[in-house]
């Protein structure tokens, strides 16, 4: 499955940002959609999951509260809606697919997306 990950770019301190995530030639059933993140000099982690058999989200503490995960059937697009961004979001974020729940791990995602930089200036 070739996942396509868009809607990254600079943003201000406070500001918002929304990424798009959509498959090509596959329809989001029954599997889980997650963003991940890299900085630079960091490990890639999990910041939000979105499983689309049952709705179930998950949200890594650093961004419970800011960040809004959400699926449009129609478009079979998964969003992220990012607010109150701080410096310390500014990372290339990517969206991978598992058959599995949200409860997995990086290496259970098997299809990625290329990435998209998002960079918060403070």
């Known amino acids: 499955v070739q996942l396509q990950a868009s809607g990254g770019g600079l943003v201000q301190s406070g500001g918002s940002q929304r990424l798009s995530c959509a498959p090509s030639g596959y329809t989001l059933d029954y599997v889980s959609i997650a963003w991940f993140r890299q900085a630079p000099g960091k490990e890639r982690e999990k910041v939000s999951c979105i499983s689309t058999s049952d709705g179930s989200t998950y949200y890594a503490d650093s961004v419970k509260g800011r960040f809004a995960i959400s699926r449009d059937n129609a478009k079979n697009t998964v969003y992220l809606q990012m607010n109150s961004l701080k410096p310390e979001d500014t990372a290339v974020y990517y969206c991978?697919?598992?058959?599995?729940?949200?409860?997995?791990?990086?290496?259970?995602?098997?299809?990625w997306g290329q990435g998209t930089l998002v960079t918060v200036s403070s």
């Open positions: 991978a697919l598992t058959g599995y729940g949200c409860d997995r791990g990086r290496a259970d995602f098997g299809s």
